[in-house]
């Protein structure tokens, strides 16, 4: 008796399984694969024909491959000249060093925090201060940020240059850790936790100046039922 195929057909074109599962049932995998290269074609630019005709010299030579009918007008395609260049994001008019502004996305969406400077990837330096509403320094875009009329003085306020961008980049995992399945969480490294610290009292000495505005930093930002954004003034 003939052995039954691995693989039924159903119905006509439709068959039991498909052709990833034919190849793993089969262990094709497992096979090595032999690949023979073509000789390689040796390829006559000019040939000799034949020509009809007493006065014609008996034969000529000709190009092997025909030249086309048509042609492209341009021989070499010419890349498009791209005449943009990278600009730096401008800021918003009503934004400046130490505008409140109210966070509408992210982990911290409905905070107060404080504009400290805008950075050279058009990201916006903010800090909570971490000790009045937990929102440390982080970098966040204009697109997703209230800019309110508040405002604190920061002219006595340092801002060290060492804020940029690279200050925010995180270590990459080395590719051992990654395949070993290594989960472990990387403590908060010392020294930023110190810049925080340092920062954050500096703004709280300017903001302890007004009664009521380290309660205003601490408030969360909600709407209300009859409230709308377009009528509110911030």
Same mark, same amino acid.
């Not at 039924?8 to 034919?22: D, E, I, N, Q, T």
């Not at 000799?48 to 395609?77: H, L, S």
């Given at each position: 008796?003939?052995?039954?195929?691995?693989?039924?057909v159903?119905?006509?074109?439709?068959?039991?399984?498909?052709?990833?599962?034919?190849?793993?049932?089969?262990?094709l995998?497992?096979?090595?694969?032999?690949?023979?290269?073509?000789?390689?074609?040796?390829?006559?630019a000019?040939?000799?024909?034949?020509?009809?005709?007493a006065?014609?010299?008996?034969?000529?030579?000709?190009?092997?491959?025909?030249?086309?009918?048509?042609?492209?007008?341009?021989?070499?395609?010419?890349?498009?000249?791209?005449?943009?260049?990278?600009?730096k994001?401008a800021?918003?008019s009503?934004?400046?060093?130490?505008t409140v502004?109210i966070?509408?996305?992210?982990?911290?969406?409905?905070?107060?925090?404080?504009?400290?400077?805008?950075?050279d990837?058009?990201?916006?330096?903010?800090t909570?201060?971490?000790?009045?509403?937990?929102?440390?320094?982080?970098?966040?875009?204009?697109?997703?940020?209230?800019?309110t009329?508040?405002?604190? &003085?920061?002219?006595?306020?340092?801002? &060290?240059?060492?804020?940029? &961008?690279?200050?925010?980049?995180?270590?990459?995992?080395?590719?051992?850790?990654f395949?070993?399945?290594?989960?472990?969480?990387?403590?908060?490294?010392?020294?930023?936790?110190? &810049?925080?610290?340092?920062?954050?009292?500096?703004?709280?000495?300017?903001?302890?100046?007004?009664?009521?505005?380290?309660?205003?930093?601490?408030?969360?930002?909600?709407?209300?039922?009859?409230?709308?954004?377009?009528?509110?003034?911030?």
């Amino acid at each position: 008796m003939a052995h039954a195929p691995r693989n039924s057909v159903l119905v006509p074109g439709v068959s039991r399984y498909s052709r990833s599962a034919v190849y793993s049932k089969k262990a094709l995998y497992k096979r090595q694969k032999t690949n023979v290269a073509a000789p390689a074609k040796q390829t006559v630019a000019e040939k000799t024909v034949e020509v009809k005709g007493a006065k014609n010299g008996g034969k000529r030579t000709v190009p092997a491959q025909k030249a086309p009918r048509f042609y492209p007008a341009e021989d070499v395609p010419q890349p498009k000249v791209n005449r943009k260049s990278a600009k730096k994001t401008a800021l918003r008019s009503n934004i400046t060093p130490g505008t409140v502004l109210i966070l509408l996305a992210g982990r911290y969406r409905g905070k107060r925090v404080v504009f400290l400077k805008q950075l050279d990837s058009g990201l916006l330096l903010v800090t909570g201060p971490f000790k009045v509403n937990g929102v440390p320094l982080r970098r966040v875009n204009q697109a997703y940020v209230i800019a309110t009329s508040s405002k604190l &003085d920061l002219s006595s306020v340092k801002i &060290d240059e060492k804020f940029n &961008d690279a200050y925010f980049k995180k270590s990459a995992k080395t590719e051992k850790a990654f395949l070993e399945g290594e989960q472990k969480k990387a403590a908060f490294p010392e020294s930023k936790a110190a &810049d925080q610290k340092a920062l954050d009292k500096e703004i709280l000495a300017v903001a302890a100046k007004n009664a009521y505005f380290v309660s205003y930093l601490k408030s969360t930002f909600s709407l209300r039922k009859g409230q709308f954004p377009h009528d509110m003034k911030f």
